[in-house]
């Protein structure tokens, strides 16, 4: 089992940045395909960038692409998100998600465990 905590979330103008982290606990969370979604107010919630166990392998929203930079670190058990150009539509809350057994995550629906979110407001 594994218990995830996001932070790094806050207010940026269009245009700027923001880092989010996403932290694990346990030892055996390379084992762990990891992902970061969103949802947005009125808004159903959707994958925004993905990563696999190694790190060898992502997976990008079309509307990030470009944009967003997911990477992790094994050792010290956390996985980012980088986020650049960021832009009003990309308002929401971040969620940090997990599953022990595939390779990499794709959908909404595969996820095991889910962090408590963080949230990311970007003004026009």
């Known amino acids: 089992q594994v218990q995830l905590s996001e932070s790094g979330g806050g207010l940026v103008q269009a245009g700027g940045s923001l880092r989010l982290s996403c932290a694990a606990s346990?030892?055996?969370?390379?084992?762990?395909?990891v992902g970061w979604f969103r949802q947005a107010p009125g808004k159903e919630r959707e994958v925004v960038a993905t990563i696999s166990r190694g790190g060898g392998a992502t997976y990008y929203a079309d509307s990030v692409k470009g944009r967003f930079t997911i990477s992790r670190d094994n050792a010290k058990n956390t996985v980012n998100l980088q986020m650049n150009s960021l832009k009003p539509e990309d308002t929401a809350v971040y969620y940090c998600a997990a599953n022990r057994y595939l390779g990499l995550i794709t959908t909404l629906d595969q996820p095991d465990y889910w962090g408590q979110g963080t949230q990311v407001t970007v003004s026009s």
């Open positions: 346990g030892r055996t969370f390379s084992s762990y395909a």
